[in-house]
């Protein structure tokens, strides 16, 4: 079977994708890659092919501003579910759309998979005549942020002659589901092709090491930071961070990303250590709990049982924000509110009252007990041969 898969450039979007197209590649199946060309080497560095199609992440956020100021006006979580849908449909995805339409005809693949997140992908597989799954990456999205993704697509949809239904091409044949019922939307309900499909198992890259220090480190809780590859330009959110955690008795790990130089936040205490990457699937074992902007990673981080308090500062972050505290496996704090003395203050919580870490541990549980790639793996070669929606078995019927 060879398949396709498509998501927008950046690692909060491959990475979901990757447990399942190794899990494909291991059961003999042929899988590329389509994404923006400068996040080929990333696709490459994990073992994939990539086809070059639309363009970079911050050219797409740079458009989506001059084409929807009004929405990019807009913050915390009425940006996220105004701007972002907006932003998905009306600039991404018709910037990638022909691409992938042409090597849909070249490849030629039997089946195509989209991060949900990607509205081309679905476009391309009605055009190649193929069925499609959509890849979660999280916590569903509200269902209203796919109504307006559809109505943002129109134009795209009339010039391929194509109908994808009301959620802009999401929930038409596989929905692979990837959150623990603790932390999901209670909508999951209305979408009979979702199938649960854990994807936090995901291999360092073979060149990752752990530095031999991690392991060196004194008898005290592990604080793991970071602000994901995004939303981490603004260096005072770290120094906020910093100042506050500093003198806890915690050994902490910061991790400011590549585009970053951690002298930029000058000399530290020698229980702080910043880095510009560790691989986290490495680091996570060896901490005990994390501060984290909310997005992808809250899976991995919640699957080791660790308590996270959440400084979202953009897309969907306030909404996993939001699911964090609503199962109580954390804290947040909004842009406002940062400062040391509340970081300092949630922490400190986060590390002295044990429920936090409790719940954290069903969750961990809910992961485990799902699914792994390998389901997923079934589910699409299912999806091949039958070539209609998979939806989820009925329910028993009650006896009275």
């Known amino acids: ?13 491959f990475n979901p994708m990757l447990a399942l197209a190794r899990a494909l590649a291991r059961a003999g199946h042929e899988v590329v890659f389509a994404t ?18 639309g363009v970079s992440l911050p050219e797409q956020m740079a458009e989506g501003r001059r084409r929807f100021p009004d929405d990019d006006r807009r913050v915390g979580r009425e940006r996220f579910e105004s701007f972002v849908p907006r932003m998905l449909a009306g600039v991404a995805a018709p910037s990638r759309v022909d691409d992938l339409v042409r090597i849909a005809g070249e490849w030629r693949p039997d089946l195509l998979v989209h991060d949900e997140t990607e509205f081309a992908g679905p476009v391309a597989a009605a055009v190649a005549g193929i069925p499609y799954a959509d890849q979660s990456v999280g916590i569903m999205r509200p269902l209203s942020m796919a109504r307006l993704a559809r109505r943002t697509l129109e134009p795209v949809w009339e010039r391929y002659g194509v109908d994808l239904g009301p959620y802009g091409g999401m929930f038409s044949y596989l929905y692979l589901d990837v959150c623990p019922p603790s932390l999901q939307s209670s ?10 499909v854990q994807n936090v198992a995901i291999e360092a890259a073979g060149e990752e090491r752990l530095p031999d220090w991690v392991l060196d480190l004194p008898a005290a809780p592990t604080l793991y930071v970071s602000l994901g590859t995004i939303f981490n330009q603004n260096l005072d959110v770290f120094r906020s961070i910093l100042e506050g955690v500093g ?23 020698a229980n702080v250590h910043v880095e510009r990457y560790i691989s986290q699937s490495l680091l996570l074992p060896h901490c005990d709990l994390a501060l984290n902007q909310g997005g992808t990673a809250i899976l991995p981080i919640l699957a080791s049982g660790l308590p996270v308090l959440v400084l979202p500062q953009g897309a969907n972050q306030f909404h996993n924000a939001d699911a964090c505290v609503a199962a109580g496996v954390g804290r947040r704090l909004l842009p406002p509110e940062v400062s040391p003395e509340a970081v300092r203050r949630d922490i400190s919580a986060l ?12 969750v961990a549980r809910e992961i485990e007990a799902m699914p792994g790639p390998d389901e997923g793996v079934r589910l699409l070669e299912r999806l091949e041969r039958e070539r209609r929606p998979i939806t989820r078995p009925a329910p028993n019927p009650i006896e009275i």
């Open 36 to 53: 923006a060309a400068d996040f080929g080497p990333r696709v490459a560095a994990a073992g994939f092919d990539a086809f070059s199609a």
């Open 187 to 196: 909508d999951i309900g209305l979408v009979d092709v979702a199938h649960p």
């Open 351 to 362: 590390l002295d009252e044990p429920g936090y870490r409790e719940r954290a541990g069903v």
């Open 247 to 269: 003198a806890l008795e915690v050994n902490v790990i910061v991790t400011v990303g590549a585009d970053n130089d951690p002298d930029a936040l000058g000399p530290q205490p």
């Open 1 to 13: 079977m060879r398949v396709l898969c498509t998501c927008l450039p950046g690692h909060g979007h």
